[in-house]
Nanobody
């Protein structure tokens, strides 16, 4: 079982920046690397995949965040960071981290689909005021 711990959510003003982090760990001594992604969701809306990163250095982004958000996978700590700049009120949501074992990472066309991931964090709230 993989545990994901997210942090970094906060309330900021429009135009501000935040950095989210998600650390993956496994309770056994089995060496592990992962592919990981960030999703976000508001009440009554579908969950949206916004950013992907893996231990090969590959990244992917939803159009809604491209150019503003940057994902970085730290292989030493199995942590996926999400640097969020130029935040807008529409970025307000609960942000969730998801992970999958490296040997079953999704292909490039489905990296931002939630059904591809087996492990999920508890979420961290991001609120952007205008």
């Amino acid at each position: 079982q993989v545990q994901l711990v997210e942090s970094g959510g906060a309330s900021v003003e429009s135009g501000g920046s935040l950095r989210l982090s998600c650390s993956a760990s496994r309770s056994t001594s089995r060496p592990s690397t992962y592919c990981m992604a960030w999703f976000r969701q508001n009440l009554g809306k579908e969950r949206e995949g916004i950013a992907y990163g893996d231990s090969d250095g590959d990244t992917d982004y939803a159009e809604s965040v491209k150019g503003r958000f940057t994902a970085f996978y730290d292989t030493a700590n199995n942590t996926l960071y999400l640097q969020m700049n130029s935040l807008k009120p529409e970025d307000t949501a609960m942000y969730y981290c998801a992970a999958e074992d490296y040997d079953v990472c999704p292909g490039s066309h489905t990296r931002l689909r939630d059904y591809e991931y087996s492990y999920w964090g508890q979420g961290t709230q991001v609120s952007v005021s205008s």
